[in-house]
T-cell receptor, first 113, second 112 residues
Framework: KNQVEQSPQSLIILEGKNCTLQ??????????LRWYKQDTGRGPVSLTI?????NTKSNGRYTATLDADTKQSSLHITASQLSDSASYIC????????????FGTGTRLKVLA | NAGVTQTPKFRVLKTGQSMTLLCAQD?????MYWYRQDPGMGLRLIHY???????AKGEVPDGYNVSRLKKQNFLLGLESAAPSQTSVYFC???????????FGQGTRLTVV
């Protein structure tokens, strides 16, 4: 069964600290993996997209890594800011251009001043 | 550049009433999707469309219908609302290939 599991479910950190969110998946065949940020009451916004051949991709203070062999991905947030408080969703696609996006349940991050 | 726009943003329905949610995108995307988001669950696909005039069922299609008469619009209909359809609904669109998906702001629907 195609599944995407994220950990931790929630995380609280102090402003300025770094953190890493985890995503494990069992989706096959793999096409690409995406990380989204979802602010409360808003729609998800894309952070990164990685295909099979990409090991890492950055978007400002966000760096995503992908290990296609172990089927694991991580999202590292550097020097966290209050505005990073949001849910971070890992999404895995099994085929490009079709509906087969499998969503994780997200990690809820709270950054405290 | 509006991206993906959903209307309405909030709605309260009584059981048995009907309504239509509208999704409009201005990026000339071929693919459009309707999802629902419930607490503790990942987004689940209701219906999707791979082009104008086409629709297909997703993971949780029961109780919903869709239409895509124009490329830029994707409508989601509830013919007879049930409390189990209380949720936040998101529309998304993508181009072809491995491209970014853009989401609307969501519609919070409560069925009482």
């Amino acid at each position: 069964k195609n599944q995407v599991e994220q950990s931790p479910q929630s995380l609280i950190i102090l402003e300025g600290k770094n953190c890493t969110l985890q995503c494990n998946y069992t989706v096959s065949p793999f096409s690409n993996l995406r990380w989204y940020k979802q602010d409360t009451g808003r729609g998800p916004v894309s952070l990164t997209i990685m295909t099979f051949s990409e090991n890492t991709k950055s978007n400002g203070r966000y760096t995503a890594t992908l290990d296609a062999d172990t089927k694991q991905s991580s999202l590292h947030i550097t020097a966290s800011q209050l505005s990073d408080s949001a849910s971070y969703i890992c999404v895995v696609s099994s085929q490009s251009g079709t509906y087969k996006y499998i969503f994780g349940t997200g990690t809820r991050l709270k950054v405290l001043a | 550049n509006a991206g993906v726009t959903q209307t309405p943003k909030f709605r309260v329905l009584k059981t048995g009433q009907s309504m239509t949610l509208l999704c409009a995108q201005d990026m000339n995307h071929e693919y459009m999707y309707w999802y629902r988001q419930d607490p503790g669950m990942g987004l689940r696909l209701i219906h999707y469309s791979v082009g104008e005039g086409t629709t297909a069922k997703g993971e949780v299609p029961d109780g919903y219908n869709v239409s895509r008469l124009k490329k830029q619009n994707f409508l989601l209909g509830l013919e007879s609302a049930a409390p189990s359809q209380t949720s936040v609904y998101f529309c998304a669109s993508t181009g072809t290939g491995v491209t970014e998906a853009f989401f609307g702001q969501g519609t919070r629907l409560t069925v009482v």
